[in-house]
């Protein structure tokens, strides 16, 4: 038996960081995915057989024996309450690291070590100690502000979840292999991958899971989420500074300043929050005609500037994201860093009427920085499955 499952990376419009601490954020789903295939032989004898793991973006593949999984983790691979995922306790996370440190990851790749403890936790929890073989891959890039941790997770847990017989496919999606999941069952979904995005990122907002899960563009706040019907999706020209950095050090530090100045840090949060209730005002309004593309475009300019600004206090930004701001400066293009900051990925706004020219203007500087640029979609569908 195959199972695929997909599943979007995302990019925060307004409030990373500061949703962490409970203010209001704004993400959107893009279209490039992570995929996760799970192959499953026939059921057999108890402890027999390898639970493996090929990251193909990595080149990396992992195998555990299910005989040491289950000396190693005892209760945990008899299988979890499905329908009520339990976090991952201290216990049990360290005995999931040693797991994954009995495989010699290069020192270059060591970052990877918190995917393969989310997998485990994943895998066990949800299949128990069954054999079995996922293949990953994706077209995110890691670690740079767009989701792939999220992407990961959901995309696990989605095909895991499938596999375990909880949830199911309800329709199609037009055109495609593809098909969607009923609100139930993404729900149950999204609480599973939360917590293996707990494994990587420490202090999740949630709001990338829930992003990558449902898709669309929405509003989250304190785990509640509305979603936001946005008529013409904004364009955005995405750099990839190719900065690397890791979510769970820079949430770390937030909210270490924050506990060094709490009330400059509880005033800068709650401005982001204004600016993202703001920009989700405006992102509706678009959608009703009562305010001109011009105007929205103009409006969301400004408050992605003035959150930029606020990440800056928060000490998210690096000299490569302020490379990317001088640069698009210079043509009137405004931008902010999308994600966790400290290089990665940033978002610059592409109004309806800029010229080609321009756009093709800055995008040579950008490219000649070292920098990646692309173009994605934004709002579309949140995770997928496929049943082989
Ligand atoms: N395709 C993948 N294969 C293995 N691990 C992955 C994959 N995608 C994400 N991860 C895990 O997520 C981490 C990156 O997450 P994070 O630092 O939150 O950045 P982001 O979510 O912005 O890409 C990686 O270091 C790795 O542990
Ligand atoms: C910084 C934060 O707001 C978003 C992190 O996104 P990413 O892992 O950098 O793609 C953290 C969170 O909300 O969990
Ligand atoms: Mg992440």
Redesign the pocket.
Known sequence: MEIRARAPGKI?LAG??A??HGSS?VAAAIDLYTQSSLHLPPSGEDGAGVVEVDLTDSCLAFSWPCSRLLEALGETCRKAELQAPRPCSPEELAAIAKLVELHEIPEAKIWLSAGLSAFLYLYTSILGCRPGKVVVSSGLPMGA??????AFSVSLSGALLTAAGVVCAEGVVGGTEWQLLGKDHLELVNTWAFQGEKII?GK?????NAVSTFGSMIKFKKGELTNLKSGNPVKMLITDTRVGRN?KA??AGVSERASRHPDAMASVFHAVNTISEELSSIVELAATDEISMTSKEEKLAELMEMNQGLLQCMGVSHSSIETVLRSTLKYNLVSKLT??GGG?CVLTLIPTLLSKLVLEKVTTELESHGFRCFKVEVGGQGLQTHRG
């Open positions: 925060i990373e960081h949703v962490v954020a502000g767009l989701g792939s941790s999220a990122h999740p907002s949630g709001i990338d979510t820079l949430v994600g966790a990665g």
